[in-house]
């Protein structure tokens, strides 16, 4: 498994310096695109006229992020301290980024975030999952992450969004049943 992991890092951060608006874009995806992210949790927060939906739906957002990133993620870097690519294979990376590389911390959190936010607009959280992807594939060109801590993070981004969502789903249904607008 680990071979492949390195192959395809390999192939991908082949891309790397073979162009300065390449590069660049690829920087903007690592480090600022996944930010998009945000700004849809935000307009579907402020979108919100009730206040119990959107507290529900803060609430629902906040512990699906506390359980990836706080939790899962926190016990695989303390347990499995792998190292990243460009220290394991002496490259030098397009960004900078410290610490222990399984699982990736930008993928659980913007796969957990895009997620939420598809269970509640299915076309934003589309564009938010594909935004999390590019932002996966860039932090394997810009060096700093294998692809197994992309799928590793994607993984625990996604199943902590879904389990939040099934344990808020009986609130926002009795919501819905009130009419309230949701």
Same mark, same amino acid.
């Given at each position: 498994m680990q071979e492949i992991n390195q192959k395809l890092f390999q192939f991908v951060f082949g891309f790397a310096r073979q162009g300065s608006f390449l590069d660049a874009v690829g920087v903007f995806a690592a480090e600022v695109l996944p930010f998009l992210i945000v700004f849809f949790v935000l307009l579907l927060f402020f979108r919100q006229k009730e206040w119990r939906p959107k507290f529900l739906f803060f609430i629902e957002i906040i512990l699906a992020f506390v359980l990836a990133r706080g939790i899962l993620t926190q016990f695989f870097h303390f347990f499995f301290q792998q190292p990243r690519p460009y220290e394991f294979l002496g490259l030098n *990376? =397009?960004? =900078? !980024? =410290?610490? !222990? @590389?399984? *699982? @990736?911390s930008h993928a659980t959190i913007f796969f957990c975030l895009a997620m939420s936010v598809f269970f509640f607009d299915k076309k934003l959280g589309s564009w938010a999952l594909l935004i999390a992807l590019l932002n996966g594939a860039a932090r394997i060109f810009v060096g700093v992450h294998w692809p197994m801590d992309i799928l590793g993070g994607a993984i625990f981004g996604i199943l902590s969004a879904i389990l939040m969502h099934e344990i808020f789903r009986p609130s926002f249904e009795a919501l819905k049943n009130r009419k309230v607008e949701i």
């Open positions: *990376p =397009l960004v =900078l !980024t =410290l610490g !222990t @590389s399984f *699982p @990736s």
